[in-house]
């Protein structure tokens, strides 16, 4: 999955890693045991309230 996301933006497979931990750690993911991440629903509030105030400008 690393190795998939890297390539697709041109990133290392330990930038990816560092991604993934920097979202885990302010909540916008949580990793299960085989270090697959998930979004959170705050990502996906966040999201949702980021694209709102973007489109009413």
């Known amino acids: 999955m690393r190795a998939q996301v890297a390539k697709r933006f041109g990133l290392s497979k330990t930038q990816v890693s560092s991604v ?8 916008f993911l949580t990793v299960d045991g085989s270090g ?7 990502l996906r509030e ?8 973007e489109l009413a400008f």
Do not use: L
């Open 36 to 42: 697959a991440p998930a979004s959170t629903d705050y």
């Open 20 to 27: 993934i931990a920097e979202g885990a750690e302010i909540g």
């Open 46 to 53: 966040s999201y949702a309230n980021w694209i709102s105030i």
